[in-house]
């Protein structure tokens, strides 16, 4: 029995968006690192594409991880696969780049951020209702 079936795909969803903010949130602290590095492009990935790519391929299986312990529950579209996401270079005019030829604009950089944090943050407190739920729920409603 996948996870989906027991709880339907609210979980799973909420996870691999959680694992694609994390990966985000890297790219993201990538860019403010090499904000003074000469000729860096910043990076990103377009993180709507992602997700749904991540659902389709969870439809077809493709995934699930292999559990470290048999008796573990396979939860299906968990972080199996982020090291599959890549991220593209910005194509940044060339007149927005630096004299030293950088592409990072740091207040971009700092909105993209916490706009990923909050997004995360919600993330967070949909799976926690969702677990309160069931909980209520396995324990009859008390």
């Known amino acids: 029995m996948s996870i989906d079936t027991m709880f339907g795909s609210t979980i799973g969803l909420m ?12 790219y993201i602290a990538g860019n403010l690192a090499n904000a003074e590095t000469p000729n860096y492009r910043a990076k990103s990935f377009s993180f709507e594409d992602q997700l749904k790519g ?10 699930a991880p292999v559990p470290a312990n048999p008796r573990h529950i396979p939860i299906k579209g968990s972080a199996g696969k982020l090291e599959d996401v890549k991220g593209t270079v910005d194509d940044a005019p060339t007149s927005g780049l630096g004299r030293d030829g950088n592409g990072v604009d740091l207040e971009r950089e700092m909105g993209r951020m916490a706009e990923n944090q909050i997004l995360y943050n919600a993330s967070i407190q949909i799976l926690a209702k969702k677990f309160e739920g069931l909980k209520y729920a396995i324990k009859g409603g008390v």
């Open 15 to 26: 996870a691999k968006n959680l694992d694609l903010r994390a990966k985000n949130q890297t």
């Open 54 to 63: 991540a659902l389709h391929s969870k439809d077809a299986g493709s995934m």
